[in-house]
């Protein structure tokens, strides 16, 4: 709920602030941390900008490319892009879920194809802790790592304003990609052209009405069982499988059990595209249904087939792609 004047007021008094300005149209949607730190701070949020909403932020400076493949390893350069599209992995997972063709399968995915034939680049993240990244710390605070992702991809799009953008996300990387659009919102960098997400409850819904239970107090055999639920592949949970993967999948799932929602300055003005899985035993169309309130502009909802993790069936993952493919705004080589 947004704060009261009068809740800004006590904050404002026990933080002993009464030289700080009170905001209210940007600070009532704040959370209470966000506010006490900006009275502690004298009026500033350390690495945050507080310019009007929708005005363009001061120039960041270029990321070096190796930094960029060290968040998106699959990047391939592309002189004068026509588009992007940026991709977020659900929890236990990695980019290749985006960038990946699947066992046995001899064509690239429909994402990969399009970007190639018609001069898109395509962006999939990989969190540390996995893959290439296995040797480095993972994170268990999702705004850690959008603000991570904010200082790498915020500058690219930045100085190439031109070229429009799509932000995909699936699953716990549909909370990232809000947490990422909040950074954009707040710091006046241009924003996507559109939003997908998939197989996820909206950011502010209810702990009590998160279709999940909480991992941290789980016993091993209680959390094979709650990946169970998320669809996980059985292999997963072989005896020389287990071991590598339950530390990655506990970090990935506190991700979202820990999650403390706060509301971005405004709804997104761009168009939200929101797709729901067939035989997902958890994430329901209800659920996704939330993410309407979070657009100003246009929204849709769509069924997909398959469970939660569609990604990892080749012709559901395809026939998924090929129907945002089919939905890209103009720019997109479509």
Avoid at 224 to 229: A, L, M, N, Q, S
Wanted: contains cysteine; hydrophobic residues 40%; proline residues 9%.
């Amino acid at each position: 709920m947004p704060l009261t004047l009068e809740e800004l007021e006590d904050i404002q008094a026990d933080c002993l602030a009464d030289d700080v300005d009170i905001v209210f149209e940007k600070m009532s949607l704040w959370d209470e941390t966000t506010v006490r730190e900006y009275f502690e701070n004298g009026g500033q949020l350390p690495g945050v900008d507080t310019q009007p909403p929708g005005a363009a932020g001061p120039m960041l400076p270029p990321v070096p490319e190796a930094e960029l493949k060290r968040w998106f390893p699959k990047w391939k350069k592309v002189e004068a892009p026509k588009f992007r599209i940026v991709c977020f992995h659900n929890a236990g997972s990695s980019e290749s879920v985006w960038t990946g063709r699947g066992l046995r399968t001899t064509v690239d995915n429909p994402f990969v194809l399009h970007c190639r034939e018609r001069g898109g680049e395509l962006l999939a993240l990989e969190l540390p802790g996995r893959e290439g990244r296995r040797a480095e710390r993972r994170e268990t605070e999702l705004q850690r790592y959008a603000a991570a992702v904010f200082d790498v991809l915020a500058p690219l799009v930045q100085h190439s304003p031109e070229v429009p953008y799509l932000l995909a996300g699936h699953s716990m990387g549909t909370w990232l990609l809000f947490e990422l659009t909040k950074l954009m919102q707040t710091r006046g960098i241009p924003l996507p052209a559109q939003v997908v997400v998939s197989s996820f409850c909206a950011p502010d819904v209810a702990e009590a009405d998160r279709p999940w239970s909480r991992n941290g107090p789980m016993s091993d055999e209680a959390f094979k069982e709650e990946c169970r639920g998320w669809d996980v592949n059985a292999v997963v949970f072989a005896p020389s499988n287990w071991p590598a993967y339950s530390p990655m999948m506990r970090d990935d799932f506190t991700l979202f059990d820990s999650y403390v929602y706060s509301p971005a300055p405004a709804p997104l003005p761009v168009p939200v595209r929101a797709f729901y899985a067939a035989a997902d035993k958890r994430v329901k169309q209800q659920h996704v249904e939330q993410w309407r309130r979070f657009t100003s502009a246009s929204f849709s909802l769509e069924e997909v087939e398959g469970n939660h993790l569609f990604f990892y069936d080749v012709p559901h993952r395809a026939a998924y792609m090929n129907r945002v493919l089919a939905g890209l705004p103009a720019g997109f080589g479509t």
